[in-house]
């Protein structure tokens, strides 16, 4: 397979270090040089300094032998025009970055497929679903749901009260069918856990199981539940209307927003929403909107520091959970060691969109874990493909790769080594970034 990536941002980058630990030949194309300099000193793949709309330049990266050609640079116009120039000059798939969800409705879909785009990816409404499915459930860190809800990923901190602590894998106790353990995190150090280890108090645990089994989820990792009705949003970008669109109307929504016309305008779009003309960084100013009596607060502007700063200062206020947009992702460690309850960075989500699309097999999903060096993969087996062949536990899967359950018939399952894979099953996979294309093998 060949790639060209135009745009060598944060989702331009981020997509291209994925795709380069794999057999595919990736270009990525960016005016800034420097900003490719970086990458090719790094990494291994092509690079060429141009404009993708300019035909001269698409021509030099032979755009006509591309099998998808990816525009992510930060200009919704000039992905479209360069995708559309793309398909002309012969690339057999292109996908543009966009910021407009009016696009993505089908009858705009089908009218930009005839124009030669595509695939269109809206990171911002990504970022916002994601934030949206976090406030849903007061104890977790992250809640992502497949297959209409069949199966859930939920992902929180344990302290040392939880029952799970201390209790090696291979000793038996978590030889249940409510959940399944498929990754864990340890300060900087991601675990998928075999026989010998165990969870730790403050380890960030990843639970796969059906969303009735929840309550009991929460008991073993010691956690208490509690109503959000209150959400506080300190800016009112992109990232949280599309938040507002899919929260419940029962929920109390207050934002502050330090732009005069941005707010009247917000408070315009929506009726459901109280919107404050005010700065969120000011501490006093979060005191006078009663940031005390604030179930859950988001932290979504542009600036990474003070969404940060922010999300500490309603901690310090006891609200229980704080999500931020950590848009630099050099500082998505640094928030996490902060005890941020949730992080939310829409240019890794949208890379995670992209890449499915690289993929060969049935794959009909895949979320990356933002806080852990891991991958979400939904496969759907096939007939005759080797993942049906044997029980998970003689499949000789690869190292560092977890099956955490299926869905058969619209009903979920978690799995364990004597489950047998039938056609038609719905797989839900954990592993690094750099195992995927092993397990994807399995698929065929």
Known sequence: MRIIIAGAGEVGTHLAKLLVHENVETTLMDENS??????????????????????????????????????VTPYENENMTA????????????????????????????????????????????????????????????????????LALVACKVRSNAVILDKKFNTGYFDHEKYRVVAIKRKSETIIPSGQDEIKADDLVYFMTMPQNLDFVREQAGKEDYAIKNVMFMGGGKIVREAIYQIPAHV??????????????????????????????NVDILKEEGIQDTDAFVAATSNTEANILACLAAKRFGVRKTIAEVENIDYIML?????????????????????????????????????????????????????????????????????????????????????????????????????????ETFFH
């Open 34 to 71: 420097e900003r490719l300099e970086n990458m090719s000193a790094n990494y291994d793949l092509l690079i060429h300094e141009g404009s993708p709309t300019s035909i001269k330049d698409l021509k030099e990266v032979q755009v006509n032998e591309a099998d998808l050609f990816i525009a």
């Open 335 to 439: 928030a996490e060691s902060l005890d941020i309850g949730t992080v939310i960075n829409k240019k890794i989500i949208a890379a995670s969109y992209i890449y499915q699309i690289t993929l060969d097999a049935d794959v009909l999903d895949v979320r990356n874990l933002i806080s852990i060096d891991a991958e979400v993969i939904e496969f759907k087996a096939k007939e005759k493909s080797k993942i049906t062949k044997s029980k998970i536990k003689d499949l000789r899967l690869p190292d560092n790769v977890n099956i955490g359950g299926i869905v058969r018939e619209n009903v979920g399952f978690v799995v364990n080594g004597n489950t047998q894979i039938l056609p038609g099953d719905h797989v839900i996979v954990f592993c690094p970034a750099s195992k995927i294309r092993k397990i």
């Open 83 to 150: 995708c559309m120039l793309a398909n002309n000059l012969g690339a057999k798939t292109t996908l543009a970055r966009i910021d407009n969800y009016e696009y993505l409705q089908p009858k705009n879909k089908l009218f930009f497929e005839q124009l030669g785009v595509n695939h269109l990816i809206y990171p911002e409404m990504l970022a916002g679903r994601e934030i949206a499915e976090s406030l849903k459930t007061s104890w977790l860190r992250q809640y992502l749901s497949f297959c209409d809800g069949a």
């Open 252 to 281: 109390n929504k207050k934002i502050l927003e330090r732009d005069k016309e941005k707010s009247y305008y917000l408070a315009d779009k929506f009726n459901d929403a109280l919107v404050i003309n005010a700065d969120a960084r």
